[in-house]
């Protein structure tokens, strides 16, 4: 059966939902921070850039849409790992991807209200002075975990 997101959410159906973290050639990770406008976690930073895959659509090619459509950027993003989400709204399976995109980049103003390049640590701090999504912890420790894990 096919559903929308919203009914997915509604019902507590898993979903799949696929996120990038961005990093510049320095190493630094994206960090944003949502519109106002949007109805999902308004004004909440993030550090994944992401959103639900569609029919048929693989983690990879709903990853490299959504960078296009919230920061403009064309990326084929590697997928590293997933998992059943249970953090955010509703279960759902996240696909977790790694892209490194140029440090200049244009958001949509209807998705993003605030963009910067943090460094590890600077990002480190940002978790426990600014808020997040509620997911963001649990993807961005998954996250650093396999990095660590691959070094």
Do not use: K
Request: charged letters at 25%; aromatic letters at 8%; glycine letters at 8%.
């Amino acid at each position: 059966m096919v559903v929308s997101r919203r009914q997915a959410v509604r019902e507590g159906w898993l979903h799949r939902v696929a996120v990038t973290v961005c990093r510049d050639e320095r190493g630094r990770i994206l960090v944003h921070r949502r519109s106002e406008r949007l109805p999902r976690f308004p004004g909440l930073h993030e550090v994944g850039v992401g959103g639900a895959a569609h029919v048929g659509e693989s983690y990879e090619q709903a990853a490299a849409r959504e960078l296009a459509e919230e920061l403009g950027i064309r990326a084929l993003p590697r997928l590293l790992f997933t998992f059943v989400n249970r953090s955010g709204l509703s279960p759902h399976w996240l696909g977790v991807h790694e892209a490194v995109v140029p440090d200049t980049v244009v958001p949509d103003p209807d998705e993003v209200a605030w963009h910067g390049w943090l460094t590890e640590p600077e990002l480190r701090s940002a978790l426990l002075e600014w808020h997040f999504t509620p997911d963001n912890n649990e993807v961005l420790g998954r996250y650093l975990a396999f990095r660590t894990a691959r070094s």
